[in-house]
Each structure stands twice: as structure tokens, then as C-alpha cells.
């Protein structure tokens, strides 16, 4: 009778096994790193797609911005989708855009920092808090846990870099990426999206037709036709060529000259300062002479919050300088025909990259792919702490990425074959509506892990052309421009005088612009008064990185 007993337990005990072993397979997705080997037990627990199974029921506090106080975000099927897969509740703390650094650092500091905190990365707090033991890091094998998570930390690019600054080679954040699957065929750089929009249906009234490069002279003709032809029917003296803040019209007309113009960057093993270079000055007195052409607002340095994006809209101005990601073109496309209810944006408005004369696109440099990122309490106990990651990597599967971007399978999106189909509500304009309005734990799952812009590159709730455009500018882009990865030692490094130097850049190129004196005596008169600040930043940058 004994034996028959053990023989029972054995074969029971043999299919409960079979069911442990029966992973929940992780669907890593194109362009995603594969798990490195097979997981068991509780490793398969922590880190595959679609786990399941968590009996014990976990809460947490996490902070967010875009969230109130009032407000349910435990209601809505987004929410509940993650709550039957991982078995947690939430209480989220709110935070403003104006009071979450400052809030951050005095919970940290205080020893009352929330569960998970969104942070407004700071790379001397984070070497602070991380010595002081005032933050958590993350379990020594994430990478083997929960290899989506880790994947999205790798392509970031600084979680590298701050494990190799860590005496243990530790990570203490999870870095937001902003770019998971870049669009671009052969980097994963980032690639500054600044592009020239332009009135295409005023440049064919006026017979001149754009590709998909412009340099800044086709720029001035371009203005210079709007401004003598007036296509918009303004009226004599009335149409703006080109109207931007000063920012942006230097990239087009400065940066060309030297795409380090405001920036510290290393040439010849120092680091010197872009904008006492000669190149830089050669880039502002190219600014001047086109601007005397007449062809751009001359009200351009007065600009407060996006005026010349109201005029292009109102058909005053034929051209701006703006970012080209995804979102950002559907936005300016979507405000336009707002604007204009008998024009057709994809018809009236084209995208063109600014190069030099060269040929080539000078973009701004130092581009880092990542922005915030997650840190967690000291006290957070390692069962909590393992949920909360495992619920992170799912969110940095195609499967999760899905859930919180498109929303419900078979209610707002369909899979046909390898391709969604959004098929969710429309707003009286025709347009799908906000994700966020339907499901309002949106507005703390977006910031997570990976950032809308990935999702926006290929968003399919977006028109076919809009995506396009954006993907075929960053295309054309990387095959034309020095893809140079970050100084991320530069970047980060935290001395005196580095810290407080505010020298701006820009407004030195207006002011330069505006003193009434040769544009390069202004200059050379500015950077004599500016120079023993340089100098001193250049001191301490090169003292420490400079072996």
C-alpha cells in the first residue's frame, strides 16, 4: 500500500513539474534581443511574456506626472489586463512638471522616497544616492531576469555607461529608452530630427520644386519667392519667407558651419568649446547675410511659445525649422488642417533635411537615447521589487508595448497577420481617438521603460504618409551625416564650474545680431568677456578627462 502511495505522489508530483516547466515563451519581436537561455521556476516567473500565476497579491506607491489625485486609474482595461497578469494595485502619487525635481530630491533625501519614483535623471544625485545607499539597484542577474527590460536598458545606451562608473559594476535606475527600435537601417544613434517645413503648394505656385535635402541658399530662394510672389494672397509686404525661434534658424544656418557651435567637444585629444571656434563665427556672419536678404521674420528673437507655428498655420509665413519625429509631424499636420478646413496638409506641406553646402547634414550632437527613468525605494522588499520589474519587462515586449499604446485586442486593435489594425473610436474629425481618454492608466504605463516615440515611428493609428515622411527623413539623414555615439564621460561629468556655467549661446548670436557694431567685432568682444569662464570649465573638463 506504501509503495502505491509513493508511486501516486511520484506521478503527481512529476505533472506539476511538467506544468512549472511549460514556459511562458518570450515573443522578443523584431529588432529584440532573445532570452540567453531557457528559464525555470521563479526566473520564468519574473521576466516572460504574459506571466501568469502570482498568487500573492502585491501594492505599491509610484510617482507620476500627468496624474491627479482624484483620479481612477485602476478602472479602465488597460489597468485590469496588467492587474489578471501580475496580480498588483497601485497608489499613484501626482507630481507636476514644475515641482518633481525638487520634490524627488527631498523624499530621497529624507528617507521617504515612494516604492518607484519617476525621476528627472541627475547624474550627481544618481552617484549620491547610489554610494549613500539611499536608492535601490537592481538584482546583480536583471539581465537573465527579465531580458526585455534589460534589452531596452541596453539600448538606451547609458546603462552601459553607468554600470562601468559603479565600483560593482551595479545599475541603480531603469533608464527610459527613447528609441527601442530605432527607424533608422544602420545605427542605433540618435539623429537629430530638426527638418525645414515648407508650404509644397506655394512652392509650386512659385515654380520651384523641393527634394529631399535643401541647402541654405534654396532656402533663401524658396523665402525669397514667397515673400515677392505672395502665394498666400496676404497682400504686398505681408507674406514672412522663413519664421522661427533664433534656436532653430541657427541649425539651419549656423550649425552647418560647425555642428558643435554651442557645445564642449574633443578635437585633437582636448576638449575645446564649439563656439570659440572660427568655423562657429563663419556660421554667424552666414546668418547675417541671409537674414539682411529680407526673407525671414524679422521678429524672430522676440518669439514667446511657438508663434511661428501660428503663422505658418495662418499662411502668413511659407516655412519653419521643427522636429520631424512621427508625432511631431502628425501634430503640425493635424494643427494645419485645423487651421486650414479647405487645404489638405499631405498636400500643402513637405519636409526637407538642411545641409551645408557639402551637401552633408550637420546635426546637433550628444543626442542621448534615453530620457528619466525609474528609481526605487531602499526599503522596497525583493518579492514587490521582483513584480514590479517583471510588470516592466512585460511592458517592453511588442505584446505590452501593444497594450498600452493601441489598447485591447479584438475592441481597438486587430492583428492581421504580422499587421495591427487600429479599430478603435473615431472623433467627430475623423481621427482615432486619444488612447488616454479611453484608458486613463495610460498616462502613468507611457512613461515607462520605452517612450512614445518608439511607438509613434510606427504608430498605426497615424496616416500611412505621415509615418512615412518621418521614417524616410531619418533615412536619408543617416546616409549623409558623421553618426558620431555620445560623450557620455562629457555629458555627465559633474565639476564646479561646468555645473553653474550658463554662458547661452544663442542669445549671444542675437545679441551679437543686435549690438550695431560688425557682427565680428560683437563676436570678438563676446567671447574676450566670456572667456575666463570658458576657460575655467575647459580647465576642469580636460584636468579630468584627459589622462
Request: charged share 25%; net charge negative.
Amino acid at each position: 500500500m506504501k509503495k502505491i502511495v509513493m508511486a501516486c505522489w511520484i506521478i503527481l508530483l512529476a505533472a506539476v513539474l511538467a506544468g512549472c516547466s511549460k514556459g511562458n515563451g518570450s515573443d522578443n519581436g523584431e529588432n529584440q534581443q532573445p532570452a540567453q537561455s531557457p528559464k525555470t521556476g521563479d526566473e520564468q516567473q519574473g521576466s516572460q511574456e504574459g506571466a501568469t500565476g502570482f498568487e500573492k497579491r502585491i501594492t505599491f506607491t509610484a510617482t507620476s506626472v500627468d496624474v491627479t489625485e482624484n483620479g481612477n486609474y485602476t478602472e479602465d482595461e488597460i489597468f485590469k489586463t496588467l492587474d489578471e497578469k501580475f496580480n498588483f494595485e497601485y497608489k499613484l502619487v501626482p507630481l507636476s512638471w514644475d515641482n518633481w525635481a525638487e520634490r524627488d530630491r527631498l523624499w530621497i533625501n529624507s528617507g521617504d522616497m515612494p516604492d518607484m519614483m519617476f525621476w528627472d535623471f541627475n547624474y550627481t544625485d544618481y552617484l549620491n544616492y547610489s554610494k549613500q545607499g539611499l536608492i535601490k539597484p537592481l538584482p546583480d542577474d536583471y539581465e537573465s531576469k527579465y531580458p526585455n527590460l534589460a534589452n531596452s536598458i541596453k539600448k538606451s545606451g547609458i546603462g552601459d555607461f553607468l554600470k562601468s562608473q559603479d565600483p560593482d559594476g551595479r545599475l541603480y535606475m531603469v533608464p527610459n529608452v527613447i528609441y527601442n527600435n530605432p527607424v533608422t537601417e544602420t545605427t542605433d544613434i540618435i539623429i537629430d530630427s530638426k527638418v525645414l517645413y515648407y508650404r509644397q503648394d506655394w512652392a509650386k505656385k512659385v515654380g520651384i520644386q523641393v527634394g529631399d535635402t535643401i541647402t541654405m541658399e534654396q532656402i533663401a530662394q524658396l523665402g525669397k519667392a514667397f515673400v515677392e510672389q505672395d502665394p498666400g494672397n496676404n497682400g504686398a509686404g505681408k507674406t514672412i519667407g522663413l519664421s522661427s525661434a533664433p534656436d532653430q534658424l541657427f541649425a539651419a544656418f549656423v550649425q552647418p558651419f560647425n555642428k558643435h557651435y554651442k557645445i564642449f567637444h574633443k578635437v585633437d585629444g582636448k576638449y575645446v568649446w564649439g563656439a570659440f571656434e572660427d568655423s562657429t563665427l563663419e556660421g554667424v556672419k552666414n546668418f547675417e547675410y541671409y537674414f539682411k536678404q529680407g526673407f525671414m521674420d524679422k521678429d524672430f528673437y522676440t518669439f514667446k511659445a511657438q508663434e511661428h507655428l501660428e503663422k505658418f498655420n495662418a499662411g502668413i509665413s511659407g516655412m519653419f525649422v521643427w522636429g520631424a519625429s512621427a508625432a511631431n509631424v502628425n501634430e503640425r499636420m493635424q494643427a494645419f488642417d485645423k487651421a486650414n478646413p479647405d487645404l489638405d496638409s499631405l498636400e500643402s506641406i513637405g519636409i526637407a533635411t538642411i545641409v551645408g553646402d557639402d551637401g552633408k547634414f550637420y546635426g546637433e550632437q550628444n543626442l542621448m537615447n534615453f530620457w528619466t527613468g525609474e528609481i526605487f525605494s531602499p526599503t522596497l522588499d525583493d518579492e514587490t521589487f521582483d513584480r514590479i520589474l517583471t510588470i516592466l519587462d512585460y511592458i517592453a515586449t511588442p505584446e505590452g508595448q501593444r497594450l498600452i499604446f493601441a489598447g485591447i485586442e479584438g475592441k481597438d486593435y486587430e492583428m492581421n497577420s504580422e499587421e495591427l489594425v487600429i479599430t478603435r473610436e473615431k472623433d467627430s474629425a475623423g481621427n482615432f481617438k486619444y488612447i488616454a481618454d479611453m484608458y486613463p492608466s495610460y498616462y502613468f504605463f507611457y512613461t515607462k521603460v520605452i517612450l512614445p516615440d518608439d511607438w509613434s515611428a510606427r504608430d498605426p493609428s497615424l496616416p500611412a504618409a505621415v509615418r512615412d515622411r518621418a521614417i524616410s527623413m531619418f533615412r536619408v539623414k543617416e546616409k549623409i551625416t558623421d553618426v558620431v555615439p555620445p560623450d557620455y564621460e562629457l555629458i555627465l561629468l559633474s565639476t564646479p564650474n561646468k555645473n553653474k556655467f550658463s554662458i547661452n549661446v544663442v542669445d549671444a548670436i542675437v545679441q551679437a545680431l543686435y549690438s550695431g557694431k560688425d557682427i565680428e567685432t560683437a563676436w570678438e568682444e563676446w567671447k574676450l568677456s566670456s572667456e575666463p569662464k570658458v576657460r575655467d570649465v575647459l580647465n576642469e573638463i580636460n584636468g579630468a578627462l584627459i589622462k
